[in-house]
């Protein structure tokens, strides 16, 4: 719950999350006490510094089913996600030059596919159903013999809409062809196996996940296949030349506690936050006119996207804004005046994309505060409605 009376209730964890104080609590020793360089391994501040980046490798990797030598740190999910994609594309070229990913994604692949169009790769994007998922048939019929990558999130930011990951690895591994996910919004909030699932690259971040912005990292299969991937940063040979640049211990430790602490407490946290959620729905889908976008049920447990007919996005959030922090959809995006393509590829109306609401309910959210935001919800819908019917 929310101690500030003045502030509003934070709705927004899809955007990012509060540096959980146990996080904070692991991280603080190495800014000062162990400050040292990791790979300054001729003195004892080095040592211990590489001892908590290697300890934190290990915790990651555990969690997600891999070995501590294929997790890369980088500066967040939008760099692994470059790493990955351009990576690729760079030293698998002359095997093909064919990549597939969906329309729904984040830009932060959206963009590098786009940019990779430029220099001459070739990028399906693929739709998804009105609920926001993928037809396997489509994928299926979509792989080339050039095709290198396929390019899918776990996790949609701004739906929360949960892929098959485990149909997707196995037709890729198939195929023969390469799966990379962006577990952004996924990591610590789904298990996640990459053997299990057959994933050969995932991108992950801290901050979502109640850790420090600024850090992330990707996971590069090492066997079966071995993955090769070329650096998109020189300068040093870091990370075992795939990405250069000092690591910075105290955001690595943070990291590796974040997950570590989400993960055991992950099924006890997601059934609370389903709770929540379909609370929040229950009330607000009273009102004719109200939308959900996404899944009803194959979507992350925080998450709740509704569309509202009859009002105006811009004036739906400022009249909310005092009561609850939130966003109409992605929010690295959420500045620019334009429809969410993610609902438009739903077959949402333009309308309808802009008088959109992302709730993303999170660790401080109890039945208090989702109760006061439903009615400040309907109370400004209904306020909206009969303005526009005046005018």
Known sequence: ?????????????????????????????????????????????????????????ETLAAAIGASAEEIVFTSGATEANNLALKGIAEAYFSKGQHIITLKTEHNAVLDPCQYLELLGFTVTYLPVDADGLLDLSQLKNAIRSDTILVSIMAANNEIGVLQPL????????????????DAAQAIGKIPLDVNLLNIDLMSMTAHKVYGPKGIGALYVRRRNPRVKLSPQLHG????????????YPPQIVGFAKAVEIALADLEMETARLTGLRDRLWSQLSQLDGIYLNGHPTQRLAGNLNISVAGVDGNALLLGLRPTVALSSGAACSSAKIAPS??????????SLAYAALRFGIGHNNTVGSIDLVATAAISTIQSLRKLALRS
Request: aromatic share 8%.
């Open 341 to 350: 393509h993610v609902l438009q590829a739903l077959g949402r109306s333009e």
């Open 1 to 57: 719950m929310n101690t500030d009376r003045h502030l509003p209730i934070y709705l927004d964890h899809h955007a990012t999350t509060p540096v959980d104080p146990r996080v904070l609590a692991a991280m603080l020793p190495y800014f000062t006490e162990h400050f040292g360089n990791p790979t300054s391994t001729t003195h004892q501040y080095g040592w211990a510094a590489e001892a908590a980046v290697a300890g934190a490798r």
């Open 166 to 181: 485990a149909a997707i690895g196995e037709l890729c591994r198939e195929r023969a062809v390469l799966f990379h996910t």
């Open 236 to 247: 040093g040979g870091h990370e075992r030349g795939m990405r250069s640049g000092t690591l």
